[in-house]
């Protein structure tokens, strides 16, 4: 095993640690060769590719609020990412119709035709990534981890606190 977060885990700890840490390893390989794809190949970074997958599937736009929201980031970094795009022609910045203190965000003809390409060779890398996995074994981790989404839904992730169950409530 090489040197990533899974290989703090030891025998003694409780399985649920195995297996966060297990995902944890694997998701930021997946991140880290997607990273570096997009770094050498198209001159991006994946908080760039971001932004623009935001703006592919909302035509007609989204105020640089609403893209902070979405991409979980502060609003000085969607500011700076939407600046560089900018600059190179791939969004536009208009003011929002409805709010003299919001611009609204969108793809240039030359920003959807870039996003476009980068997102179909984006997906052939995920399908590479996970071909270590036959069909069923993928739906079959894909059902298990539905379960863990519905679950963790009913988990506070604010407060670190699981909402009452109907016997904790009674």
């Known amino acids: 095993m090489t040197n990533d977060l899974e290989s703090r885990v030891i025998d003694d700890h409780h399985q649920a640690l195995k297996l966060w840490l297990r995902l944890l390893a694997c998701a930021t390989r997946v991140e880290g060769v997607i990273r570096n794809r ?24 989204l105020t640089m609020g609403e ?6 980031v502060t609003g000085g970094n969607v500011t700076g990412i939407t600046d560089q795009l ?24 030359a920003g959807r035709r870039q996003f476009r390409r980068m997102a179909s060779v984006h997906e052939q890398w995920v399908i590479e990534l996970f071909a270590g996995w036959n069909g069923a074994e993928k739906n079959q981790v894909y059902a298990l981890l539905a379960g863990l989404k519905q679950h963790l839904a009913t988990v506070d992730g604010a407060n670190g606190k699981r909402s009452k169950s109907k016997k904790e409530s009674a």
Not at 67 to 72: A, E, G, V
């Open 38 to 61: 997009l770094r050498s190949e198209f001159a991006t970074t994946l908080p760039r590719f971001d932004l623009l997958a935001q703006l592919e599937r909302e035509p007609q736009g």
């Open 67 to 72: 893209l902070s929201q979405r991409l979980m």
């Open 86 to 109: 900018e600059g190179e022609g791939l969004v536009k910045r208009s003011p929002h119709p409805g709010d003299r203190r919001a611009y609204v965000v969108q793809l240039t003809p």
